[in-house]
């Protein structure tokens, strides 16, 4: 069973930032983009940064400005770093790894932003 590892998330107060790691082991390979998704309770999970090979980065308006996707790729680790952070990013943030054979996702690490 391969396994993203994530790390990072807990509780910060509106305004803060925050930062998430996920790696991927190095049996994954032919990676073509790494995600992170967030899901709130009652909402469907929803794409909050995306970098595909080769660098090119997209996101939502919802976090565009505030939040940055990274990636190490001799580390196969992708990087969420969110500033300004507000109560409706309240979610669990789950990172996914896109081959051309398949989707990996990670566990999912709770972020809380308290107002």
């Known amino acids: 069973q391969v396994q993203l590892v994530e790390s990072g998330g807990g509780l910060v107060q509106a305004g803060g930032s925050m930062r998430l790691s996920c790696a991927a082991p190095g049996s994954i390979s032919s990676i073509n983009a790494m995600a992170w998704y967030r899901q709130a309770p009652g909402k469907q999970r929803e794409l909050v940064a995306r970098i595909v090979k080769g660098g090119n980065t997209n996101y939502p308006d919802s976090v565009k400005g505030r939040f940055t996707i990274s990636g190490d790729n001799a580390k196969n680790t992708v990087y969420l770093q969110m500033n300004s952070l507000k109560p409706e990013d309240t979610a669990v943030y789950y990172c996914?790894?896109?081959?051309?054979?398949?989707?990996?996702w990670g566990q999912g690490t709770q972020v809380t932003v308290s107002s």
């Open positions: 996914n790894v896109q081959t051309p054979l398949r989707s990996y």
